[in-house]
Nanobody, 129 residues
Framework: QLQLVESGGGLVQPGGSLRLSCVAS????????LGWFRQAPGKEREGVAC????????YYLDSVKDRFTISKDNGKNTVYLQMNSLKPKATAVYYC??????????????????????WGQGTQVTVSS
């Protein structure tokens, strides 16, 4: 069964950095498209970043481009989201997802097309002074 467990969230001041991790179990990540999503209180889930399992091409939500980086370590079966220059509006629960089809994880769909697995518990990121 496809299982993903997120970690690495926390409280950080505006302008700070965090690196989120997502460990896969029950399958290997290297042939999957991977994505990060977030959901703030009272708001819909939002796509943040995704990467192709074929050629590693990455896509980002416009507001996080040049500040966030999605990457993966196949040896550790882990996908990461490095977040720099964090802003208070980044406060949300962050989730990862894996799918055979990159298109389903594109940020503009907000995870609505994701159906391969269940959403995990996520990891809370709070950006506040």
């Amino acid at each position: 069964q496809l299982q993903l467990v997120e970690s690495g969230g926390g409280l950080v001041q505006p302008g700070g950095s965090l690196r989120l991790s997502c460990v896969a179990s029950g399958f290997t990540l290297d042939s999957y498209a991977l994505g990060w999503f977030r959901q703030a209180p009272g708001k819909e889930r939002e796509g943040v970043a995704c990467t192709s399992g074929v050629d590693g091409t990455t896509y980002y939500l416009d507001s996080v481009k040049d500040r966030f980086t999605i990457s993966k370590d196949n040896g550790k079966n882990t996908v990461y989201l490095q977040m720099n220059s964090l802003k208070p509006k980044a406060t949300a629960v962050y989730y990862c997802a894996a799918d055979f089809t990159l298109g389903k994880l594109m940020p503009e769909y907000g995870g609505r097309l994701y159906e391969l697995g269940n959403w995990g518990q996520g990891t809370q990121v709070t950006v506040s002074s």
